[in-house]
């Protein structure tokens, strides 16, 4: 079962990165029917060297035909995505569409961004097209259909005076309240401009492209005009999807929480943990999360989803407990105890998921939680790996593009660290002396129990966040060894105590939105402290392939079990060579520059409409432009050009050159300046503000 699980994973991610589907899936069918013609052979042979292994050759023919199942699958769901996507000669068009808001939106900068699930399309004519964008809508006249529906991400500028703030009219869009057209669920006639899904391509940059792929959306663009209800004859009268359903409660429950809590000063966290909204978590906070290695915290992942289960089982516990005492005549036709907390605590812990946003790592902990809870009930024993590749199999099977992603990679191998190396260390029994008492031995215990799975992620993680270029903290481990439970017994708790009395009551009754954001202050308190020590730890170069394995021997020797002393010398002398490995590299480079053969060489970044250009010669290195701020939280400076320098070797420039004050090339010079040290700026027009 696991050879075969490997093999279909295998097959799917092998399609992954791929740059042509067409050649794929002619090789795939024709190694399929291949391996059909061997089994035909094998089962008519009357070898007697075939006959003997019979039983082996089919198993291997399994493994690889699971394989190409799985590349297959993958091949023909990219295919099928790839086709239905928005054509080239529609991008740029006024086109008038017709759906169904999918989720609650974001803030974008100055704008909102949702999903639009479009069921028709159709052209502008001429004389709606040359109307102003408030016109469109109400007097639009269709030219021709379009065949076009699936998912689409717009974004939607709040026109002028529609929002207001006390009695100040901004027309940026807020995440303090979305328009009430924005509601998941609405039915909307829009005007809308859209492009094929496409992002910035540059080295070590996010791949957004495979992002919207890896999330089905079909086209992007933004909304002309208002939003416009669509009219009762012409609306879908299916029922909405569970997802859609789960995003309308989601989006009456956040607004109710934010008229209950106008006076917290937390409530961007509670939202956070208790429905998987992060909209109202503030950047400095996030860089506090960031500069401590504790990101997933305030991320909805297996560990909450874990803390959930516990939970809820201890709860189905006491509620079985309590209906056989209240009702014992029905305790001989009641199922076993074991049974009902399972249960109880799977389908709880689904629909914490669910309504927290169904990300990957919650998809991942479901599915490992489901295998365990099948085995339990079928009283078959399923390994922790089979178990792991279960969920491995699941999460492909739904998004075969996952791996696309870091938090594919990060939460998956996090959990195969802490599966294959988490067991703690065991120590041998010694005699109690006078000042080891029982209680101090309990404690010391309960210590390491805990303390050592933290070491154990720490260190299985390094690797994974160099390849993606995240820089390590080094306090992660303790400051997890302090939140992690603080988060557990307390905060979480508290912040699903706050969502549900908002949900079932309508408003906070109980206070308990109060009792969470004191919790969430001590959290702020805590974060604050660890980031001001600002150890954060990144190569200051790409390292190479010989310093990735000398990063994995370093690995290897802290969590093989070879004895603790052991491991410790082994870690602390790879770490040393490894660094040491990454200076010598430095210092090569810079000894050697002066001889070599002259060069020079040009890279333009992709920045959309602006310009970014790196020049490098042997020594030296200048960048001429930076790309534009979108927003307060995105600029080219930190999402484009520190990534791609790093990729390229660049630690340093001689001369940032900024040509003029326009935002398409000045947008991004804070984030360059705050990532890489330049020796020299020379800026041009009015650009010296």
């Given at each position: 079962?696991?050879?075969?699980?490997?093999?279909?994973?295998?097959?799917?991610?092998?399609?992954?990165?791929?740059?042509?589907?067409?050649?794929?899936?002619?090789?795939?069918?024709?190694?399929?029917?291949?391996?059909?013609?061997?089994?035909?052979?094998?089962?008519?042979?009357?070898?007697?060297?075939?006959?003997?292994?019979?039983?082996?050759?089919?198993?291997?023919?399994?493994?690889?035909?699971?394989?190409?199942?799985?590349?297959?699958?993958?091949?023909?769901?990219?295919?099928?995505?790839?086709?239905?996507?928005?054509?080239?000669?529609?991008?740029?068009?006024?086109?008038?569409?017709?759906?169904?808001?999918?989720?609650?939106?974001?803030?974008?900068?100055?704008?909102?961004?949702?999903?639009?699930?479009?069921s028709a399309a159709c052209l502008l004519s001429d004389a709606s097209k040359t109307k102003r964008p408030s016109e469109t809508v109400a007097s639009a006249d269709c030219s021709a259909h379009i065949p076009f529906a699936g998912k689409v991400l717009l974004s939607y500028y709040v026109p002028r005076g529609l929002v207001e703030k006390g009695s100040v009219s901004t027309h940026e869009a807020t995440p303090?309240?979305?328009?009430?057209?924005?509601?998941?669920?609405?039915?909307?006639?829009?005007?809308?401009?859209?492009?094929?899904?496409?992002?910035?391509?540059?080295?070590?940059?996010?791949?957004?492209?495979?992002?919207?792929?890896?999330?089905?959306?079909?086209?992007?663009?933004?909304?002309?005009?208002?939003?416009?209800?669509?009219?009762?004859?012409?609306?879908?009268?299916?029922?909405?999807?569970?997802?859609?359903?789960?995003?309308?409660?989601?989006?009456?429950?956040?607004?109710?929480?934010?008229?209950?809590?106008?006076?917290?000063?937390?409530?961007?966290?509670?939202?956070?943990?208790?429905?998987?909204?992060?909209?109202?978590?503030?950047?400095?906070?996030?860089?506090?999360?960031?500069?401590?290695?504790t990101t997933h915290l305030l991320v909805v992942s297996g560990l909450h989803v874990g803390m959930i289960a516990v939970f809820l089982v201890m709860v189905s516990r006491a509620l079985w407990r309590i209906c056989l005492v209240c009702l014992p005549t029905a305790a001989s036709r009641a199922p076993h105890c074991i049974k009902f907390c399972l249960w109880f605590s799977l389908l709880g812990t689904a629909?914490?998921?669910?309504?927290?946003?169904?990300?990957?790592?919650?998809?991942?902990?479901?599915?490992?939680?489901?295998?365990?809870?099948?085995?339990?009930?079928?009283?078959?024993?399923?390994?922790?790996?089979?178990?792991?590749?279960?969920?491995?199999?699941?999460?492909?099977?739904?998004?075969?593009?996952?791996?696309?992603?870091?938090?594919?990679?990060?939460?998956?191998?996090?959990?195969?660290?802490?599966?294959?190396?988490?067991?703690?260390?065991?120590?041998?029994?010694?005699?109690?002396?006078?000042?080891?008492?029982?209680?101090?031995?309990?404690?010391?215990?309960?210590?390491?129990?805990?303390?050592?799975?933290?070491?154990?992620?720490?260190?299985?993680?390094?690797?994974?966040?160099?390849?993606?270029?995240?820089?390590?903290?080094?306090?992660?481990?303790?400051?997890?060894?302090?939140?992690?439970?603080?988060?557990?017994?307390?905060?979480?708790?508290?912040?699903?105590?706050?969502?549900?009395?908002?949900?079932?009551?309508?408003?906070?009754?109980?206070?308990?939105?109060?009792?969470?954001?004191?919790?969430?202050?001590?959290?702020?308190?805590?974060?604050?402290?660890?980031?001001?020590?600002?150890?954060?730890?990144?190569?200051?170069?790409?390292?190479?392939?010989?310093?990735?394995?000398?990063?994995?021997?370093?690995?290897?020797?802290?969590?093989?079990?070879?004895?603790?002393?052991a491991r410790c010398v082994c870690g602390m002398w790879t770490v040393m060579l490894g660094l040491n490995n990454l200076d010598w590299r430095s210092e090569a480079q810079a000894g050697e520059c002066n001889q070599a053969q002259p060069s020079l060489r040009l890279d333009q970044l992709d920045v959309g409409q602006g310009l970014a250009l790196i020049i490098r010669t042997n020594c030296h290195a200048l960048?001429?432009?930076?790309?534009?701020?979108?927003?307060?939280?995105?600029?080219?400076?930190?999402?484009?050009?520190?990534?791609?320098?790093?990729?390229?070797?660049?630690?340093?420039?001689?001369?940032?050159?900024?040509?003029?004050?326009?935002?398409?090339?000045?947008?991004?010079?804070?984030?360059?300046?705050?990532?890489?040290?330049?020796?020299?700026?020379?800026?041009?027009?009015?650009?010296?503000?």
């Amino acid at each position: 079962m696991r050879l075969l699980l490997s093999a279909f994973c295998l097959g799917i991610l092998s399609v992954t990165w791929a740059s042509s589907l067409a050649h794929i899936v002619l090789w795939l069918l024709w190694l399929l029917g291949l391996q059909i013609l061997t089994a035909i052979l094998v089962v008519l042979s009357r070898s007697a060297f075939i006959g003997a292994h019979k039983s082996s050759i089919a198993y291997l023919l399994a493994v690889s035909a699971a394989f190409c199942g799985g590349a297959l699958f993958h091949a023909q769901t990219a295919d099928n995505q790839l086709s239905r996507q928005l054509a080239p000669s529609l991008e740029g068009i006024p086109l008038l569409i017709e759906g169904r808001v999918l989720n609650m939106p974001t803030v974008a900068g100055a704008a909102y961004r949702f999903q639009f699930d479009v069921s028709a399309a159709c052209l502008l004519s001429d004389a709606s097209k040359t109307k102003r964008p408030s016109e469109t809508v109400a007097s639009a006249d269709c030219s021709a259909h379009i065949p076009f529906a699936g998912k689409v991400l717009l974004s939607y500028y709040v026109p002028r005076g529609l929002v207001e703030k006390g009695s100040v009219s901004t027309h940026e869009a807020t995440p303090l309240e979305y328009p009430a057209k924005l509601k998941p669920g609405t039915f909307l006639q829009l005007v809308v401009k859209l492009n094929r899904p496409h992002g910035f391509s540059n080295p070590g940059g996010f791949d957004y492209e495979a992002f919207l792929f890896r999330n089905k959306i079909l086209a992007k663009g933004y909304v002309r005009g208002e939003l416009t209800a669509a009219l009762e004859s012409e609306m879908d009268k299916t029922w909405p999807s569970l997802s859609v359903l789960i995003e309308q409660r989601r989006f009456d429950i956040r607004k109710r929480l934010l008229e209950s809590s106008a006076n917290a000063k937390n409530t961007g966290i509670v939202l956070a943990l208790g429905l998987g909204d992060s909209s109202l978590v503030s950047q400095s906070l996030w860089n506090q999360l960031r500069a401590t290695g504790t990101t997933h915290l305030l991320v909805v992942s297996g560990l909450h989803v874990g803390m959930i289960a516990v939970f809820l089982v201890m709860v189905s516990r006491a509620l079985w407990r309590i209906c056989l005492v209240c009702l014992p005549t029905a305790a001989s036709r009641a199922p076993h105890c074991i049974k009902f907390c399972l249960w109880f605590s799977l389908l709880g812990t689904a629909g914490f998921a669910l309504f927290t946003g169904w990300s990957l790592p919650t998809q991942r902990a479901v599915a490992m939680l489901t295998v365990f809870a099948v085995s339990r009930l079928s009283s078959r024993r399923f390994g922790v790996i089979t178990g792991l590749l279960f969920a491995l199999t699941f999460v492909l099977v739904l998004s075969p593009l996952a791996a696309t992603g870091s938090g594919f990679w990060l939460s998956f191998v996090a959990v195969s660290v802490l599966v294959l190396f988490a067991a703690p260390p065991q120590r041998p029994p010694i005699e109690e002396s006078v000042n080891d008492t029982p209680l101090l031995s309990r404690f010391s215990a309960r210590t390491r129990q805990f303390a050592f799975p933290q070491i154990v992620v720490t260190l299985g993680l390094i690797l994974p966040l160099l390849v993606f270029g995240v820089r390590v903290s080094l306090l992660a481990p303790i400051i997890n060894l302090l939140a992690i439970p603080f988060l557990t017994l307390a905060l979480l708790p508290a912040s699903l105590l706050a969502v549900l009395d908002v949900a079932l009551l309508g408003q906070s009754a109980l206070g308990a939105i109060v009792i969470a954001d004191f919790l969430c202050d001590q959290l702020v308190r805590l974060l604050a402290v660890g980031a001001e020590l600002n150890l954060l730890w990144e190569p200051q170069v790409t390292p190479s392939i010989a310093s990735y394995l000398v990063a994995f021997v370093c690995l290897c020797a802290c969590l093989v079990p070879i004895g603790w002393r052991a491991r410790c010398v082994c870690g602390m002398w790879t770490v040393m060579l490894g660094l040491n490995n990454l200076d010598w590299r430095s210092e090569a480079q810079a000894g050697e520059c002066n001889q070599a053969q002259p060069s020079l060489r040009l890279d333009q970044l992709d920045v959309g409409q602006g310009l970014a250009l790196i020049i490098r010669t042997n020594c030296h290195a200048l960048l001429y432009d930076t790309g534009a701020s979108l927003s307060a939280e995105f600029e080219m400076g930190s999402a484009v050009i520190r990534p791609a320098l790093r990729v390229l070797g660049i630690n340093r420039l001689d001369r940032l050159v900024i040509s003029h004050a326009d935002n398409d090339h000045a947008g991004g010079a804070v984030g360059v300046l705050r990532s890489v040290a330049v020796a020299d700026i020379h800026v041009g027009g009015y650009a010296e503000n």
